[in-house]
């Protein structure tokens, strides 16, 4: 008796707008990261932004028409991944809402949110993933980005992956899961306290010598980065995909101080 081989599973990258925009080199990190797990992975070019900064906005119309675009685009897919907690917590949390009562979308859109899931903890918790087989070297220290903490509970999925990543050290920051000031269109309407907070949090950041930032959503890492580049910093801010990749080649986010 022979026993039929497991198929791969079949992965629809969300590569975000920030991505595609500003880091292609995450899309790429992120790629890298589900090939070398096994699975089997396509990027729909139907794919637009989430509506979070729609939907943050109280625009429910137009969020739903994006939603709805999404849905088509992935809902065949056995997983959805997104290389963003902030976005990723959009598809998986949010999207219901849109939807509720409708007789044609609601069932639908629960089963394509079932299968959401931020990159890194798609790895860890679901493929069981434990290590990776990068080499970095380099001192880093992690922030939490709200979504990601808060909406899908990811934390120590990012520290048990780096923890594997050879030539590298984490150092723990003080207030690693405070808010960094982005918050999306928040940072745009109110910048003066967007800048209070980030400037604390450059200050944690500083404060443990590493040569290297790292977090899971880009928004958050675009943030920090300018500021420590307006204060003249030499930190590195790199997205997490890219270092448990091992693709470093490219320069930081923000540039050189």
Same mark, same amino acid.
């Given at each position: 008796?022979?026993?039929?081989?497991?198929?791969?599973?079949?992965?629809?990258?969300?590569?975000?707008?920030?991505?595609?925009?500003?880091?292609?080199?995450?899309? @790429? *990190?992120?790629?890298?990261?589900?090939?070398?797990?096994?699975?089997?992975? /396509?990027?729909?070019?139907?794919?637009?932004?989430?509506?979070?900064?729609?939907?943050?906005?109280?625009?429910?119309?137009?969020?739903?028409?994006?939603?709805?675009?999404?849905? =088509?685009? @992935?809902?065949?897919?056995? %997983? !959805?991944?997104?290389?963003?907690?902030?976005?990723?917590?959009?598809?998986?949390?949010?999207?219901?809402?849109? @939807?509720?009562?409708?007789?044609?979308?609601? *069932?639908?859109? &629960? &089963?394509?949110?079932?299968?959401?899931?931020?990159?890194?903890?798609?790895?860890?918790?679901?493929?069981?993933?434990?290590?990776? &087989?990068?080499?970095? /070297?380099?001192? +880093?220290?992690?922030?939490?980005?709200?979504?990601?903490?808060? /909406?899908?509970?990811?934390?120590?999925?990012?520290?048990?992956?780096?923890?594997?990543?050879?030539?590298?050290?984490?150092?723990?920051?003080?207030?690693?899961? +405070?808010?960094?000031?982005?918050?999306?269109? @928040?940072?745009?309407? %109110?910048?003066?306290?967007?800048?209070?907070?980030?400037?604390?949090? !450059?200050?944690?950041?500083?404060?443990?010598?590493?040569?290297?930032?790292?977090?899971?959503?880009?928004?958050?890492?675009?943030?920090?980065?300018?500021?420590?580049?307006?204060?003249?910093?030499?930190?590195?801010? =790199?997205?997490?995909?890219?270092?448990? *990749?091992?693709?470093?080649?490219?320069?930081?986010?923000?540039? =050189?101080?």
């Amino acid at each position: 008796m022979t026993t039929q081989a497991k198929k791969p599973p079949r992965v629809g990258l969300f590569v975000t707008c920030l991505v595609d925009l500003f880091r292609p080199s995450v899309g @790429f *990190a992120a790629l890298r990261l589900l090939e070398d797990a096994g699975c089997v992975v /396509e990027v729909p070019r139907t794919q637009t932004c989430c509506g979070q900064p729609a939907y943050n906005s109280g625009d429910r119309a137009d969020s739903r028409e994006i939603a709805i675009n999404t849905i =088509r685009a @992935f809902e065949d897919y056995d %997983y !959805i991944v997104a290389p963003s907690g902030s976005c990723a917590g959009m598809l998986k949390k949010h999207y219901p809402g849109l @939807f509720a009562g409708d007789r044609e979308w609601e *069932a639908r859109c &629960a &089963a394509f949110s079932a299968k959401v899931h931020e990159l890194v903890s798609f790895l860890t918790d679901v493929l069981q993933a434990k290590t990776v &087989a990068a080499r970095v /070297e380099t001192s +880093v220290t992690y922030h939490d980005s709200c979504s990601g903490l808060r /909406e899908l509970g990811i934390q120590h999925q990012p520290r048990q992956l780096l923890g594997s990543v050879g030539g590298l050290s984490l150092i723990e920051m003080q207030e690693a899961d +405070v808010c960094c000031g982005f918050g999306g269109t @928040f940072c745009v309407k %109110y910048p003066e306290i967007s800048n209070a907070i980030v400037g604390k949090k !450059i200050g944690n950041i500083a404060a443990t010598g590493a040569e290297t930032l790292l977090a899971g959503d880009l928004g958050c890492l675009m943030n920090m980065a300018g500021k420590l580049k307006r204060e003249g910093s030499r930190v590195e801010v =790199r997205h997490v995909a890219e270092v448990l *990749a091992g693709m470093t080649d490219t320069p930081p986010i923000g540039g =050189r101080a």
